[in-house]
């Protein structure tokens, strides 16, 4: 799990992986992660683009882009909270991912969310 703070929006995330979406045989990993984003500042905010980095265990970064977060963009009132889940495939057993989801506020004024580093790992790959 990680978890950052951004001028009060609190940015929770829970990967796992997915064994029956995964084929090691074939270089294929397959991981989900839970994303919870709570509003705990006292401003209205919308998030409308996020940017992710991931990075596998053999160095390779991928870097991604777009608006929004699962086809939304969703606002947050203060005490707000928005929750949904993603998916992430890897060519090794374990890798990171970490990145900014892009906020504007009800005045206008566009600030980017930290996303705290988390590790996708197959279990026992490690061992």
């Known amino acids: 799990m990680s978890t950052a703070i951004t001028r009060g929006i609190r940015v929770d ?5 997915l064994p029956g979406h995964s084929d090691p045989k074939n270089s294929h990993w397959m991981f989900a992660y839970d994303v919870t984003i709570q509003n705990e500042g006292s401003e209205r905010v919308q998030l409308v683009s996020r940017h992710w980095t991931i990075t596998d265990a053999s160095g390779r970064v991928e870097e991604v882009r777009g608006p929004g ?3 939304e963009q969703p606002v947050l009132e203060p005490g707000g909270k928005y929750s949904y889940r993603s998916g992430c495939p890897l060519s090794t057993p374990m890798g990171t991912m970490h990145g900014t989801y892009q906020m504007v506020t009800s005045r206008g004024e566009r600030f980017d969310a930290e996303i705290a580093p988390f590790t996708l790992v197959e279990p026992y790959a490690l061992n």
């Open 13 to 17: 995330v829970a990967p796992e992986f």
């Open 69 to 71: 977060v699962v086809g």
